[in-house]
């Protein structure tokens, strides 16, 4: 069975920081595609970032410079720091695994950036 488990939500002030986790189980995690979306109330669900299997890295322009995604194969995980934090950035995030047709979501972890 194939979990995405997310976890490091949290309410933040404008400007601070937070780091989300993504833990896997049963898929093969180093071959696999991860991504960070978000969706904020009323809204679409959005990309934020993405990494590839050999470390590459993509990102919003809304985050770039800000957050910053990473990977540790050995633990299955994937992460999200996130810096200078504003109440936009207040959303659900969700963890996205993708490898060819095989695609997977988490159940997701609210952000709130709020004073």
């Known amino acids: 069975q194939v979990r995405l488990v997310e976890s490091g939500g949290g309410l933040v002030q404008p400007g601070g920081s937070l780091r989300l986790s993504c833990a896997a189980s049963g898929i093969s995690f180093s071959i696999y595609t991860m991504a960070w979306y978000r969706q904020a109330p009323g809204k679409q669900r959005e990309l934020v970032a993405t990494?590839?299997?050999?470390?590459?890295?993509n990102y919003a322009d809304s985050v770039m410079g800000r957050f910053t995604i990473s990977r540790d194969n050995a633990k299955n995980s994937v992460y999200l720091q996130m810096s200078s934090l504003k109440p936009e950035d207040t959303a659900v995030y969700y963890c996205?695994?993708?490898?060819?047709?095989?695609?997977?979501w988490g159940q997701g972890t609210q952000v709130t950036v709020s004073s």
């Open positions: 990494i590839t299997s050999a470390g590459s890295t």
């Open positions: 996205y695994a993708v490898y060819s047709t095989q695609l997977y």
